[in-house]
């Protein structure tokens, strides 16, 4: 008899006298917590979001739509970036402005080649307010979850307000538990038993975030933001 057999062994007997017909786990235990705490407006909620974030020591920006090429282009230039990671399915105008190259998605791509280009950009799935989290969950425009964690600048654009919501509650109804969840709250970071942080040990050392409002039409590239705000203020990186 192996672990796994005596554990589910366990398991049965504990279980011997249940009625066959007992309340299901999930309609059981009582879930009416909070979904928010408080009432906020959208611009309230995004506000928030940016001031977690900058907790999180991520680095906040802000733009409309038609100045996003110009302004990651200026990420980009600022970083010296030389080659940036690109997901399939990335808007190609959000790269226009700039002249790093672009290295593709590619299944087949080793750590090493990861670990070779400077930034990666991507969107988002949803970012929760309340915590200064960027959930990512591999979609075209995020592409796999080792862009995100092997290259040491990501730059994450998050559309306001419509991919923000105020709790994880809320963000939950948004995802889809079956596909590859990473949830970001700042770049990565650790700290030994005397609590000397360390960044860039599980992901990247630096999380720009840009908040874009609007959206970008076919003569983006080039055109002025309204403006950026930075606020590099510890952070987690998790993948689910």
Do not use: F
Not at 90 to 100: F, I, Y
Not at 118 to 147: F, K, Y
Request: charged share 30%; glycine share 10%; net charge negative.
């Amino acid at each position: 008899m192996n672990s796994r057999e005596r554990i589910l062994g366990r398991v049965r007997r504990a279980l011997a006298d249940v009625p066959h017909d007992d309340t299901p786990y999930e309609r059981a235990v009582d879930r009416g917590y909070l979904r928010a705490h408080g009432e906020r407006s959208a611009e309230e909620t995004v506000e928030l979001l940016a001031e977690n974030l900058a907790d999180y020591r991520a680095v906040v920006h802000r733009c409309a739509a038609d100045g996003l090429p110009s302004l990651i282009a200026r990420l980009l230039a600022r970083r010296g970036t030389r080659s940036v990671l690109v997901p399939p399915g990335l808007d190609a105008d959000w790269l226009s402005a700039t002249g790093a190259a672009r290295v593709p998605d590619r299944a087949e791509s080793t750590p090493h080649e990861l670990d070779r280009v400077d930034s990666v950009v991507t969107g988002c799935a949803v970012a929760i307010a309340e915590t200064g989290t960027i959930v990512l969950d591999g979609s075209p425009d995020q592409g796999r979850r080792r862009i995100t964690l092997v290259p040491d600048h990501h730059v994450c654009v998050v559309r306001v307000p419509d991919q923000v919501v105020a709790s994880v509650p809320l963000a939950l109804e948004r995802l889809d538990p079956a596909r590859p969840l990473t949830w970001i709250s700042g770049p990565s970071a650790t700290s030994d038993i005397e609590l000397d942080r360390v960044e860039g040990v599980h992901g990247p050392r630096t999380l720009e975030v840009v908040l874009v409002t609007g959206r970008a039409d076919a003569g983006a590239a080039g055109r002025k933001d309204t403006g950026t705000a930075e606020r590099p203020d510890g952070g987690r990186r998790a993948g689910g």
